[in-house]
């Protein structure tokens, strides 16, 4: 096989780019359903409410909605579409809802609790802060598999690939019986050193398939964890495998189910799957567990394709929806678009649920704060809490009018005099402005005893508080100061609370945009078609007792080239022969536990200065991370594993730059109401401005309004508030 270029670092020809013009990218939300369509050169998007009991059919009334704002049919738009991008949340609910088929797990014998034994901090292990401190009511998640339905079978390969002990036929099949007589309707096999020897899992997997053939109705699925994650750490491996099984049922039926619809409609293209590695990929090349927290990823590639245009190298990323708040970090983004992306942080240690899994995830944080977030005063602490539980869309806040009746934050907004009643959504959802009242006066406002616009400020200050605290946390414990970022704010209740969030970072700016409410479809119409594969190959780059560095690069080198021979296969698969190729590495110094991820500078290794150039790489990200005083060159340096990236790039939607005009925004002035700014400043009639007429170079000092159909933006009385060269809102504080 011919190798490729060795730098991992390169720009891309714009005749190397995937040609798709005609695209609709959809995000569902836990509230919102969000639709961003690019038409025939035009831009249009829409959002409609979540249907958790049938996600297809939100799917599809946002698509409607889209279609008839382009005043085409559905048939229309879909046969003239070129892709249509889908990030899921079925993934998420069906963990939610415990509802996946009963499972086998075939493993090595001795080792048939490793999934349940887990890792020490598997009872917090993706709990939010609250629950994470109250140790004595610590519990395991609920596992996804019976105990009864877990076998071991003798067998062993040694750490070097070597069978140490035979597998046995017999017993597999004896095994293989009780599971189904058991109930199981799937099976997983992942047995110990697989990742290096994966014999005994394939013939597992023969047994199994002699036993029930596919042409049989008792024929299941079978995942072998060599196959889904083939790298060492069995309880990620395992559990990345089950992972994939659990899903694997209840995600293909309805994706299957959603893709004969668009077919049905006129689509006759392949239905790509968004995935947390910040691409998209067809959804017969996707697994389940590669699409879990693919919206919020989404966020983060648009905010680089956004901060790219606007030559902005550090961003903080915020998406405040109506159930959660989201948030990551763009860092050192390199504003020449060269293929690095390493300017995107990895989940050290990434969770599905509350399970640890293997697979490489961009990083995003998320806690139980958004529009839909309950409010309740705490008799025993005295103290006003604000999520992490939510009202969802259904009931939804008070305001809704649907059942509802706690105070949320929505409700607070509307109290507040920030959101019109009569104009969310464009007017589409009318709010019961009495109900909101009555919620938050029953629910805080009596309890305390204090004034009801007084009980409304104090949710959204706490919940202010507890988006900002979260994302100073995140920001500094990577090393960085929030000061040199913009925050980037968006989701359709980002631009109202931006403006109090933001000031517990105080970046260089804050920033909103004509979209905000449909971001992450924005970020999926911007993805690559991006692939990880992973191999837990070790070698010993440099041996500290001899002073040896390797040598021998074939080693290293074949890696890569397996690697790269299972890329393309896929990348044939989508008639394209432009691939980017990146390399990451897990290295680590001898005899320390903690292993660092890097960006390799070589994909291949070809002479003692790559040699060199990789470990200064790894010293680098090494201080960085630990200090410099934590390098212990003298242990030796170890590679662990192998991350290559595959990425072909596809057309990214061109942001429309405009001349900056003068900075009186009087003609999109609407009307003026009263808002509450603080017990300092009370109630003030405050100006209210129409996003759509204002007009780039327009300025607004606060307090100001300013209201688009899917979003409201707040400018408190500390704020100016100007329109960039892109239409972006620009909030600084004022001078």
């Not at 990823?297 to 929806?321: E, K």
């Not at 070790?538 to 397996?562: D, I, M, R």
């Amino acid at each position: 096989m011919t190798k490729a270029a060795n730098s991992t670092n390169g720009s891309t020809n714009v005749a190397d780019v995937f040609d798709i013009r005609d695209t609709i990218s959809i995000d569902i939300g836990g509230t919102f359903t969000d639709c961003y369509v690019v038409y025939d050169g035009r831009t249009v998007t829409a959002k409609a409410p979540t249907t958790r009991h049938r996600l297809a059919s939100g799917f599809g009334q946002a698509i409607s909605q889209c279609a008839a704002e382009l005043g085409i049919s559905v048939e229309q738009l879909l046969g003239s579409t070129d892709i249509v991008r889908y990030a899921t949340t079925l993934a998420m609910n069906a963990l939610i809802e415990r509802n996946g088929p009963p499972l086998g797990l075939i493993t090595t014998q001795g080792f048939e609790d490793t999934i349940y034994i887990g890792r020490g901090a598997q009872w917090h292990d993706g709990l939010p802060m609250e629950r994470k401190r109250m140790v004595a009511r610590g519990q395991r998640p609920q596992p996804l598999i019976d105990r009864a339905r877990v076998v071991g079978v003798r067998e062993r390969v040694d750490d070097s690939g070597r069978v140490i002990t035979p597998l046995d036929p017999d017993q597999v099949r004896e095994k293989i019986r009780t599971l189904v007589d058991r109930g199981a309707m799937g099976f997983v096999v992942a047995l110990m050193q697989s990742h290096r020897n994966p014999v005994h899992e394939r013939m597992i997997k023969e047994i199994i398939s002699e036993e029930y053939p596919q042409s049989y109705l008792g024929s299941q699925p079978i995942l072998l964890s060599s196959e889904v994650l083939c790298k060492g750490g069995e309880y990620q491996r395992d559990m990345t495998t089950v992972l994939a099984a659990y899903l694997h049922r209840t995600m293909a039926e309805e994706l299957t189910e959603l893709g004969n619809s668009l077919h049905d409609q006129g689509y006759r293209r392949r239905l790509f799957i968004a995935n947390s590695a910040g691409g998209a990929n067809p959804l017969e090349r996707t697994s389940a567990v590669e699409t879990y927290n693919a919206g919020p990823v989404a966020g983060v590639i648009g905010s680089t394709h956004v901060a790219r245009s606007q030559g902005i190298s550090n961003v903080i990323v915020s998406d405040m929806g109506g159930t959660s708040f989201d948030l990551g970090t763009v860092v050192n983004l390199d504003l020449e678009g060269s293929a690095d992306d390493s300017h995107h942080f990895y989940s050290h240690m990434p969770l599905i649920d509350r399970f640890r899994v293997g697979i490489s995830m961009i990083e995003t944080k998320s806690i139980g704060a958004g529009g839909g977030s309950i409010a309740r005063y705490n008799e025993l602490l005295d103290s006003v809490e604000v999520g992490p539980a939510s009202a969802g869309s259904n009931p939804g806040p008070a305001a809704f009018d649907l059942g509802g009746d706690d105070p949320t934050v929505t409700d607070a907004d509307v109290v507040l005099g920030y959101v019109d009643p009569d104009y969310f959504l464009g007017g589409s959802i009318p709010l019961n402005k009495e109900a909101a009242e009555d919620a938050v006066r029953r629910g805080l406002a009596e309890p305390l005893g204090i004034e009801l616009e007084e009980a409304a400020m104090l949710i959204k200050d706490v919940i202010d508080a507890k988006m900002g605290n979260e994302i100073f946390k995140e920001v500094n414990l990577k090393g960085y100061d929030p000061a040199d970022f913009s925050l980037f704010a968006f989701g359709g209740a980002g631009g109202t609370h931006v403006a109090g969030y933001g000031g517990y970072v105080e970046p260089r700016e804050m920033r909103t945009f004509p979209f905000a409410s449909v971001f992450s479809a924005f970020g999926i119409a911007n993805t690559d078609f991006v692939r990880s594969y992973e191999r837990g190959d070790s070698l010993l780059l440099y041996h500290g007792a001899t002073g040896q560095w390797l040598e021998n690069y074939g080693e290293f080198n074949k890696v890569v080239e397996e690697m790269q021979f299972e890329a393309l296969k896929d990348a044939k698969e989508l008639d394209s022969e432009h691939v980017v190729w990146s390399l990451d590495l897990h290295m680590r110094y001898g005899m320390q536990p903690h292993v660092t991820r890097i960006r390799s500078p070589r994909l291949f290794i070809e002479s003692p200065a790559d040699v060199e150039e990789l470990y200064q790489a790894f010293e680098r990200e090494y201080a960085r991370v630990y200090s410099e005083s934590a390098i212990f060159f003298a242990g030796g340096v170890e590679i662990l594993g192998f991350v290559l990236w595959s990425q072909i790039r596809t057309q990214k939607v061109e942001l429309t730059r405009h001349s900056l005009g003068t900075a009186d925004p009087s003609a999109a002035h609407k009307s003026d109401r009263p808002a509450f700014w603080g017990i300092q400043h009370g109630w003030l009639q405050t100006p209210v401005y129409d996003l759509a007429s204002l007009r780039p170079g327009n300025e607004i000092a606060g307090p100001a309004i300013v209201e688009a159909t899917d979003t409201t933006i707040v400018v408190d009385p500390r704020r100016r508030f100007q329109l960039d060269e892109l239409a972006n809102g620009v909030m600084t504080g004022k001078e």
